[in-house]
């Protein structure tokens, strides 16, 4: 199969060539987009998104051999118009998480409740980053590009890919220890409550 960068070279000449970057990145544009904004948002951008890339597609450093790092940059780009249905999509996704109803037997289900938990803190304090911090998680996250790559899209330095990524990290974990420990309480101060109804009953 012909490589990215010899397609984009191709059109050039014959504009009709880069619609073969759609049909090899378009569904991973558009499930990137979708996790972080819904499938509306993701709808809009996406088309933004191939057809910014057509009209730069001069600007593109064919040393690249994949278009993919290049479009998930334009599509992350074009997204920052939309922060804040960004923002209220990652913010509904953590409660419909706490919402969850799981099947299976009651012998998981506390395990299940903590996963639960966690993605919940998880989504939420994605919607917090900063936006540059986001944009770099979610690339690598979502977008599954590898650090390199991460730094091509975002057309920063890949030390700057490393230390982002680590703040981000840090802040997730220590969001998902904190629900952890509320869960906890919460249980705790439930459990105690209960014993003082049981003794005043007896």
Do not use: C
């Not at 998104?49 to 064919?62: E, G, P, S």
């Not at 969850?100 to 289900?109: P, S, V």
Request: charged fraction near 30%; avoid cysteine.
């Amino acid at each position: 199969m012909t490589a990215d960068n010899e397609v984009i070279r191709r059109s050039w000449d014959s504009p009709r060539m880069f619609g073969e970057l759609f049909t090899r990145h378009g569904p991973v544009v558009h499930g990137y987009l979708k996790r972080r904004a819904g499938p509306d948002v993701a709808e809009e951008v996406l088309s933004e998104t191939f057809l910014t890339a057509f009209q730069q597609r001069a600007t593109f450093d064919t040393t690249w051999e994949s278009a993919r790092p290049w479009l998930l940059g334009i599509a992350t780009r074009l997204l920052h118009a939309h922060g804040r249905r960004e923002a209220r999509h990652l913010r509904v996704q953590a409660r419909a998480a706490e919402r969850e109803d799981h099947d299976g037997g009651i012998a998981r289900a506390g395990e299940r409740a903590d996963a639960v938990t966690a993605v919940a803190a998880i989504r939420d304090a994605i919607a917090r980053l900063s936006v540059a911090d986001r944009d770099t998680l979610l690339l690598h996250a979502w977008g599954d590009l590898n650090q390199e790559q991460t730094a091509a899209a975002l057309q920063v330095p890949l030390g700057t890919v490393k230390s982002r990524l680590n703040r981000a990290r840090r802040t997730l974990r220590a969001s998902v220890a904190a629900s952890t420990t509320d869960e906890n309480t919460t249980d705790e101060k439930e459990a105690h409550r209960g014993r003082v109804d049981v003794a005043a009953g007896a």
